[in-house]
């Protein structure tokens, strides 16, 4: 289980806290992705994602990622549209934890960026977007010190 500072990186939800909280998702995009209607005909570059979401229904972070990691289904929200193309989809617990506090904490890694603008955040007054590109750069040899670069330091920074 995920929680407090032991961050780890899982691929299924099952190994995730039913707690309520947030929760970050690591997208890998091989080729382009089809963005929601919101922006029509555009396309997410291949690269690899950030996007951080909070579960406070019944079942908690395990039940909202069982949901994230499930193929097929109906596309609902922004991410959706991304994690139904992604050819690598990751996700840790953040329980105790804001997904506001943890977007803009990853934003001030050198090299993160926002990709599109309003991406994830429709109901947010404070983020310009909860989805963060990862800088193309380093590339996949070392996604994983970046990944655990970024979301510790989301976590940790008071
Ligand atoms: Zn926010």
């Not at 599109?116 to 800088?135: E, I, M, Q, T, Y």
């Not at 970024?150 to 008071?158: D, G, R, S």
């Amino acid at each position: 289980m995920s929680t407090g500072r032991d961050l780890r990186w899982v691929d299924a939800a099952g190994e995730l806290p039913s707690l309520s909280g947030a929760y970050a998702l690591h997208i890998v995009l091989d080729k382009p992705a089809r963005l929601p209607p919101r922006w029509p005909g555009l396309r997410m570059d291949a690269g690899e994602y950030l996007y951080f979401g909070s579960a406070k229904g019944p079942g908690g972070i395990r039940a909202r990622c069982a949901r994230h990691f499930r193929a097929g289904k109906k596309r609902h929200w922004h991410v959706d549209w991304l994690t139904v193309a992604a050819t690598g989809l990751r996700a840790a617990a953040f329980p105790d934890a804001s997904e506001c506090d943890l977007t803009a904490r990853a934003l001030e890694v050198p090299g993160v960026s926002i990709p599109v603008d309003g991406f994830g955040s429709s109901d947010c007054r404070c983020c310009k977007a909860h989805l963060l590109a990862l800088p193309p750069q380093f590339g996949a040899l070392f996604s994983d010190s970046i990944l655990n670069r970024v979301t510790l330091f989301a976590h940790n920074t008071p």
